[in-house]
């Protein structure tokens, strides 16, 4: 496995930072979930447990999907692009993906008059984090 995850690790192209953007999308219905970033770290370690680990910028450290919410992201399987530099992460979310409480991240939509919401959430976030 130590080998497998090295030749993978080897194909990412990661940025001056260390980074890579990764798009969660969901493995049977193809929705489109989220998009966060990755480093060495997270990736070696989602392809070792299987579930998907981030690295958070604004925290600095890494982010295991769910670690606060329950909403937890099981990998089913990770694609490198052409250029290696974006991951697609196909995986099986447990409840919605995003900290608004919806299914997905990408719930606003351009129109004529502007941004509009075409997706409701699905949950409270004083629900997914402790306050309500």
Not at 52 to 72: A, D, H, P, T
Request: hydrophobic fraction near 45%; glycine fraction near 10%.
């Amino acid at each position: 496995m130590a080998d497998a995850v090295e030749t993978v690790l080897e194909a990412i192209a990661f940025n001056a930072d260390g980074l890579v953007p990764a798009i969660a999308q969901q493995h049977d219905t193809g929705a489109v979930l989220m998009m966060a970033w990755m480093n060495r770290a997270a990736v070696a370690e989602t392809l070792e447990t299987g579930r998907v680990c981030y690295f958070s910028r604004s925290r600095e450290r890494l982010w295991r999907k769910g670690e606060s919410s329950g909403q937890v992201q099981r990998l089913v399987e990770l694609r490198v692009d052409c250029d290696g530099d974006t991951l697609l992460l196909l995986v099986d979310q447990t409840g919605v993906a995003c900290h608004t409480g919806r299914l997905s991240c990408f719930y606003r939509a351009a129109r004529p008059e502007g941004l509009a919401e075409i997706a409701a959430p699905e949950v409270s976030p004083e629900v997914l984090y402790g306050g309500g």
